[in-house]
């Protein structure tokens, strides 16, 4: 039995480029290299008001949405950076939402 994918390739428009941080070192104690991916997603983006001492910042996030599994060589997506719409963005966190039989239905990635 398959399951349905809850983001369709059709919406999907948006040209996205995500440089994804490998977590861990090499054996000669530098960083891995970041795995690259290119391609299209469904954005939604929003901007709220954070409010501190001295002034008021907006801050603009947005949401970026794939079909299945973007990179399968890493179990987690804990950071990077993006560049979509022309805007470099820092990726805040990244989510594999997963079916009952432990398959990728589709991947989330929170940029900042």
Known sequence: ???????????CRTEI????????????????????????CNYQDKARTVLTAEK????????ALFPGDICPDLQVISGGRAEIMGEKRRILQGRKARNPDGTVNHTEV???
């Open 17 to 40: 480029t995500l440089k994804l941080d490998r977590e861990g070192i090499s054996e000669y104690g530098e960083p891995l290299e970041q795995v690259l991916y290119s391609g299209k």
């Open 110 to 112: 929170i940029l900042v």
């Open 56 to 63: 008021k910042l907006v801050e603009i996030t947005g949401t």
């Open 1 to 11: 039995m398959g399951w349905p994918c809850l983001v369709l390739p059709q919406w």
